[in-house]
């Protein structure tokens, strides 16, 4: 099975997802303090920038599609080699146990 490397470090990485949440929830927060319009919009795009490297909204949205691409992978190769394991288990037991076939029956 495929395993990822937690030390993996794909452009735009698993925090990809995580970091836009943290950015929307910071913005919303920013936007309803008690601050004058201008002033809050200011101290939301800082905020914002900081927080997503300065990536644009489409950087962060790739990013998200490269890290969901990877874990369909995994799911995919996790599935066929369970698959595979399972032949195998079901191949051992067949060996082992010798289960008996019913003898076919003759056509008159």
């Known amino acids: 099975m495929?395993?990822?490397?937690?030390?993996?470090?794909?452009?735009?990485?698993?925090?990809?997802?995580?970091?836009?949440?943290?950015?929307?929830?910071?913005?919303?927060a920013t936007l309803m303090a008690p601050?004058?319009?201008k002033k809050t919009r200011e101290k939301a795009k800082a905020k914002l920038d900081e927080l997503t490297g300065g990536k644009t909204p489409e950087e962060l949205l790739e990013a998200v599609k490269n890290v969901a691409a990877t874990v369909v992978e995994d799911i995919k190769a996790g599935v066929e080699?369970?698959?595979?394991?399972?032949k195998r288990e079901e191949e051992r037991f067949m060996d082992e146990n010798v289960v008996a076939k019913a003898p076919k029956k003759k056509k008159k």
């Open 2 to 28: 495929a395993k990822r490397d937690s030390q993996d470090k794909r452009p735009g990485g698993s925090g990809a997802g995580f970091a836009l949440g943290v950015a929307i929830g910071a913005a919303a």
């Open 81 to 86: 080699e369970g698959k595979k394991e399972s």
């Open 35 to 37: 601050d004058a319009g």
